[in-house]
C-alpha cells in the first residue's frame, strides 16, 4: 500500500512560559514531594500558552516556520489539515479557516479540523499522504494543543501531566519511499479513560478528567499501541529490528518506558520529548517527529514507525520510509 511522498519540512513549538513539577505539585498536590512526582510522572517541565494567542495563531506562526523551511509561499498549499483535541478556537466554522486567514491564503486551497485525541495527528498524516498520493499537493498537517486551558488544580491528576505545543508537516510527492503501512483502529468501549465535555450539553465550564485508573490507562494504552505496531509491522513485511526510529506518543515518563519495552526496540531508537514538554495530546508525536528530523541522523532509507494511542479509545501507526 505505499504511498509515495516525502516530508519536505517540519517545524514544532512550545508556547507561553514553562512551568516546573515543583510548581504544579505545589497548586494541585500540596501534601506531595514534588521530587517524587516528578520521578514517578517523568516530567520536569510543561509549557502553558495562557488565555492566548488563539489556537489559530499559534497555527499559522508554525506553519509558516515549517513553509519556510520548505522554501514554499502559503499560497502553494493545496490543503490545511489542522489537528486539536480540544476542538481549536470554536465549533463553526473549523478552526482551519481561520489559520488560513491568518496567513493570507484564499481560493487556494481547501481547509478542515480533525479530533482523533491524542491520535490526531496520526490520522492528520495519514490523510495528507493518502491527498498527496492521489495527485493534490503539498499538504500541511498543523496540530495546537492548548491542553492548559482545559485543566484546573482540583482535578490533579491531569493538572500536573498536561502541557501545550504546536507542530506542523508539510507533505509533498515523492517517486521512492513514503508511507510503507498505517494502520488505525478504535475500542470504543473504552471511549471513557479520558473525558472533556461539551460545555454546550453540561452548561458548565469543562475541565479533562482521568476517569479511568492510571493501571487501566496504561493496559488498555500498551494494547492500542502494540495491535497497531503489529500490524503496520505484518502489512510491511517487516520486522521491529527493521525500523531505524520509533516516535511514540508520550503521555507521560513512566509509560514512555513501558512503550519502549512493549515494542522491544533499544531506547536510543527512540525520540524521548516528555520530560521537556509533558503530556501534549496529538502534538507528542509531531513535536517528536520535528525533534527528530532535526537531529541530521536521519538518513535516506531509514524507516521511521510513528505511533500512538488517545482517548476513545483510538490508536494507530504509520511507518515510514525515508526517500533518497
Not at 519511499?177 to 498505517?182: F, I, K, R
Not at 536521519?298 to 533518497?324: D, N, S, T
Request: proline share 5%; hydrophobic share 50%; with cysteine.
Amino acid at each position: 500500500m505505499r504511498l509515495p511522498i516525502r516530508v519536505l519540512a517540519t517545524a514544532s513549538t512550545l508556547p507561553g512560559t514553562a512551568v516546573s513539577t515543583a510548581e504544579v505539585a505545589r497548586a494541585a498536590m500540596p501534601d506531595r514531594d514534588p521530587q517524587e512526582l516528578e520521578r514517578r510522572i517523568g516530567i520536569a517541565t510543561r509549557y502553558f500558552a495562557g488565555p492566548t494567542p488563539p489556537a489559530a495563531t499559534l497555527g499559522a506562526q508554525v506553519l509558516a516556520e515549517a513553509l519556510s523551511r520548505a522554501g514554499l509561499a502559503p499560497s502553494a498549499l493545496r490543503r490545511i489539515i489542522f489537528v486539536s483535541s480540544t476542538g481549536g478556537d470554536f465549533l463553526i466554522p473549523a478552526t482551519a479557516n481561520a489559520l488560513c486567514r491568518e496567513l493570507g491564503v484564499e481560493h487556494t486551497c481547501d481547509a478542515f479540523d480533525v479530533n482523533n485525541a491524542c491520535v490526531g495527528f496520526l490520522t492528520g498524516f495519514d490523510l495528507a499522504a493518502r491527498t498527496v498520493a492521489t495527485g493534490l499537493g503539498p499538504v500541511a498537517v498543523v496540530v495546537v494543543e492548548t491542553l492548559s486551558r482545559h485543566i484546573a488544580k482540583e482535578e490533579a491528576r491531569s493538572y500536573v501531566v498536561l502541557g501545550d505545543a504546536a507542530a506542523a508537516v508539510i507533505l509533498g510527492a515523492s517517486e521512492a519511499g513514503g508511507v510503507l503501512a498505517a494502520a488505525f483502529g478504535n475500542v470504543g468501549s473504552l471511549l471513557g479513560s479520558v473525558y472533556l465535555g461539551h460545555p454546550g450539553l453540561t452548561g458548565k465550564t469543562e475541565i479533562i478528567e482521568f476517569a479511568a485508573s492510571n493501571d487501566e490507562i496504561g493496559r488498555i494504552a500498551l494494547l492500542g499501541l502494540r495491535r497497531s505496531t503489529d500490524a503496520v509491522l505484518s502489512q510491511a513485511g517487516l520486522g521491529i529490528d527493521a525500523v531505524d526510529w520509533v516516535v511514540p506518543h508520550q503521555p507521560n515518563g513512566t509509560m514512555l518506558t513501558k512503550i519502549v519495552a512493549e515494542l522491544g526496540v533499544a531506547p536510543d531508537r527512540v525520540v524521548p520529548v516528555v520530560r521537556e514538554i509533558g503530556s501534549v495530546g496529538a502534538a507528542s508525536v509531531a513535536v517528536g517527529l520535528d525533534r527528530l528530523l532535526g537531529t541530521g541522523r536521519v538518513k535516506p532509507g531509514h524507516r521511521i514507525l510513528l505511533v500512538g494511542v488517545g482517548a476513545g479509545l483510538a490508536y494507530g501507526a504509520l511507518l515510514l520510509e525515508v526517500p533518497a
